[in-house]
T-cell receptor, first 114, second 112 residues
Framework: EAGVTQSPTHLIKTRGQQATLRCSPI?????VYWYQQALGLGLQFLLWYDEGEERNRGNFPPRFSGRQFPNYSSELNVNALELEDSALYLC?????????????FGDGTRLSIL | AQSVTQPDIHITVSEGASLELRCNYS??????LFWYVQSPGQGLQLLLKYFSGDTLVQGIKGFEAEFKRSQSSFNLRKPSVHWSDAAEYFC??????????FGKGTHLIIQP
């Protein structure tokens, strides 16, 4: 069984640009979560998508957005990039929206802002 | 609001020695608790989880954790560590609508 895959592995951008990160969940999983792991801030919940809809978001500004496609893959878009957006962005998938479902993580996209 | 505290930022253990990583949580209802491990440059791998039932949970790679409701703790243990156990360990609570809430992590160093 293929795990959660994320692309690209690394992404280098400059301030003010826009970044798009992609995530493919495990086959059969319908929920996708996005997390930011920034130095000194730890792992923080960003967004949750389930069955194609945004269900919840963490304490992040609106320039962090995304979507989930009919095949349950997901994109995270970050607009107007700032230096503090430099982080590892992790995607996780679960079989559904049941609280406590195990989240399976990808290896992340390292976003560096110059 | 839910929260997780991992009091130890770094722990150094000799290879072959026993290990205990501490985790305390704050959660309004019956918690769903997880331990994940992260090797450098990689994502998170689930070691074990607690939902209900037996308070001693067995996981992969010889790890176990004990849920103690009275102490709001979910400490991770291993009887004998191997050099390959060196990594960052995260305790987490929750899931569902608010995602997982993670502790800051404990960096495990293994001395030869």
């Amino acid at each position: 069984e293929a795990g959660v895959t994320q692309s690209p592995t690394h992404l280098i951008k400059t301030r003010g640009q826009q970044a798009t990160l992609r995530c493919s969940p495990i086959s059969g999983h319908t929920s996708v979560y996005w997390y930011q792991q920034a130095l000194g801030l730890g792992l923080q919940f960003l967004l949750w998508y389930d069955e194609g809809e945004e269900r919840n978001r963490g304490n992040f500004p609106p320039r962090f957005s995304g979507r989930q496609f009919p095949n349950y893959s997901s994109e995270l878009n970050v607009n107007a990039l700032e230096l503090e957006d430099s982080a590892l962005y992790l995607c996780a998938s679960t079989p559904g929206d049941t609280a406590g479902s195990t989240q399976h993580f990808g290896d992340g996209t390292r976003l560096s802002i110059l | 609001a839910q929260s997780v505290t991992q009091p130890d930022i770094h722990i150094t253990v000799s290879e072959g020695a026993s290990l205990e990583l501490r985790c305390n949580y704050s959660y309004g209802a019956t918690p769903y608790l997880f331990w994940y491990v992260q090797s450098p440059g990689q994502g998170l791998q689930l070691l074990l989880k607690y939902f209900s039932g037996d308070t001693l949970v067995q996981g992969i790679k010889g790890f176990e954790a004990e849920f103690k409701r009275s102490q709001s703790s979910f400490n991770l243990r291993k009887p004998s560590v191997h050099w390959s156990d060196a990594a960052e360990y995260f305790c987490a609570v929750g899931g569902g609508a608010d995602g997982l809430t993670f502790g800051k992590g404990t960096h495990l160093i293994i001395q030869p």
